[in-house]
């Protein structure tokens, strides 16, 4: 069996032990165990292909397997990884692992949480291993469609409303999708869904002008696009803790990445006729985000709309086009996919005990849970770009390689999505100011405890992943940008 479909097959054998466990106990046992072996597959993956460029593979996707589904359409189960997809996987990985451990207490049922939260990773996971349009619409499908009941069952606050608006947006996006992928199918002759053949045909100028706008605004709904970003906050807001973990972790760069792989990859010369009208349109998702960020007093709101911000900048980075802000835009994806999910779980944890996420009510917290407070600062250090942490390289990475272009357009648009950096500062010091310093809001806080351990777990390793992509960032951009010069090389020709 191909390596990569174990990131299906794992998933897959998970729900089977999750239908079969008989009690609260066996279920963590099945998740913890399918989770860790996720993880250690992601990591041996990520050595081996490391190891096989270095041996001198060139191909552009290694680990390749194809095998025919349905022949009349050309839809096959095909799979392959690049740098890209690679560094994904490890994401996904560390996210659904961490996640694991942020549900440990989760009721009510506890079984059946597991198994949806499964499921969704099972698309996220068939996702990044395909390069088939059609199996990879299905993975999409498989991700979206279980944070309907994830938020609607075990989420709060107005929760029936959030995960009806969110269903709806991402169900739409995924309409326009469809008749994209479609319209790459027959733009390219009707021939194969393989993207690495399709590549190989030239889809006619007109069809690229017509179909990649629906392309792009169907994997855009879900990396947070102006104007279609509004589900985005309602979502996180009302999602349990792991499922806002994987939520903004991991599903938003679905969107990313789709958008790079598929419709900018496939149609270039699409991506040129409407890459300024898009490059707008993230400019204002980067600014927009931070400035409603400022005025929210939700603590899941805040980081809501500061995950609209940073995905905003890696579409914003995808449209310079330029070899060094895609890179920039892969390593954003992962870095806001690790200190995002260490914020949400952070919140979580938070709110598990205070059964407050509203910033006026809360103060003090530095002296009553000082684990979990120096976590939420490292957390918001890595936010607002601190050198040594993630988000640093990712944004430095984006706004040197998007101010490369040497035009007005596109270094005007540069310096006004370097305002979000300023921003950015404002709304993480004046919440970490607010809840974890000064006087405490309600005496009843000094009751509470700090973190147990499997929350120390959960966190302390998000802080080292943050801290490692921070520090040592080069063999991970050494990674990416191997792969993202054939994607450039067609949009730059």
């Known amino acids: 069996m191909n390596i990569l479909s174990l990131f299906v097959l794992i998933p897959l054998l998970m729900l089977l032990g999750l239908w079969i466990a008989r009690n609260v106990n066996q279920v963590r046992g099945v998740m913890v165990a399918g989770s860790t072996l996720l993880l250690a597959l992601a990591a041996y993956l990520t050595v081996s292909y490391i190891g096989q460029r270095h041996a001198g593979a060139t191909a552009e996707m290694l680990f390749t397997d194809s095998i025919v589904w349905y022949a009349p359409l050309h839809i096959c189960y095909s799979v392959g990884v690049d740098g890209i997809s690679v560094v994904m996987l490890l994401l996904s990985a560390i996210i659904v692992f961490?996640?694991?451990?942020?549900?440990?207490?989760?009721?009510?049922?506890?079984?059946?949480?597991?198994?949806?939260?499964?499921?969704?990773?099972t698309g996220v996971f068939g996702f990044f291993i395909s390069t088939d349009l059609f199996t990879m619409f299905m993975f999409y499908e498989v991700a979206l469609i279980p944070m309907f009941l994830l938020i609607g069952v075990w989420g709060s606050g107005r929760k029936e409303y959030a995960a009806m608006k969110l269903t709806l947006m991402l169900m739409g996006g995924s309409a326009f999708l469809l008749i994209g992928i479609l319209g790459i199918y027959y733009g390219a002759g009707a021939e194969t869904m393989n993207i690495l053949e399709i590549v190989q045909h030239k889809i006619p100028t007109e069809m690229q002008r017509i179909f990649f706008?629906?392309?792009?605004?169907?994997?855009?709904?879900?990396?947070?696009?102006?104007?279609?970003?509004?589900?985005?906050?309602?979502?996180?807001?009302?999602?349990?803790?792991?499922?806002?973990?994987?939520?903004?972790?991991?599903l938003m760069k679905l969107g990313g990445y789709g958008c790079f792989r598929i419709a900018m990859y496939l149609m270039p010369t699409g991506a040129a006729i409407w890459g300024d009208f898009f490059l707008v349109l993230t400019t204002i998702s980067?600014?927009?985000?931070?400035?409603?960020?400022?005025?929210?007093?939700?603590?899941?709101?805040?980081?809501?709309?500061?995950?609209?911000?940073?995905?905003?900048?890696?579409?914003?980075?995808?449209?310079?086009m330029t070899r060094v802000s895609a890179t920039g835009a892969i390593l954003q994806m992962l870095s806001h996919g690790l200190m995002t999910a260490l914020f949400f779980a952070l919140i979580g944890m938070i709110y598990g005990r205070t059964h407050t996420r509203d910033i006026r009510c809360l103060g003090g917290l530095m002296k009553i849970m000082p684990f979990l407070a120096v976590g939420y600062v490292i957390a918001g250090l890595a936010n607002l770009g601190l050198p040594g942490l993630s988000g640093f390289v990712a944004e430095m990475t984006v706004f040197v390689g998007s101010f490369q272009n040497p035009d007005l357009f596109h270094r005007t648009c540069t310096i006004i999505a370097t305002m979000s950096i300023v921003i950015t500062a404002v709304y993480i010091l004046r919440v970490v100011g607010k809840i974890l310093y000064g006087t405490c809001q309600n005496p009843e806080h000094?009751?509470?405890?700090?973190?147990?351990?499997?929350?120390?777990?959960?966190?302390i390793c998000l802080i080292i992943a943050v801290a490692g992509l921070g520090l040592a960032p080069y063999w991970v951009s050494n990674v990416i940008s191997g792969s993202v010069e054939p994607i450039i090389s067609q949009l730059i020709r």
């Open 98 to 121: 961490t996640g694991t451990f942020a549900s440990w207490k989760l009721k009510p049922l506890t079984k059946e949480y597991f198994l949806w939260f499964t499921l969704l990773s």
């Open 213 to 250: 706008p629906m392309v792009f605004l169907g994997f855009g709904v879900l990396g947070a696009l102006f104007p279609f970003h509004t589900w985005s906050p309602d979502g996180h807001a009302s999602a349990p803790t792991a499922v806002s973990m994987l939520h903004a972790g991991v």
């Open 286 to 320: 980067v600014v927009y985000g931070a400035f409603s960020a400022v005025v929210q007093t939700d603590l899941k709101y805040i980081n809501a709309y500061s995950s609209v911000s940073h995905c905003g900048l890696v579409l914003f980075a995808l449209l310079m």
């Open 446 to 459: 000094l009751k509470l405890t700090d973190a147990t351990w499997d929350e120390r777990f959960a966190v």
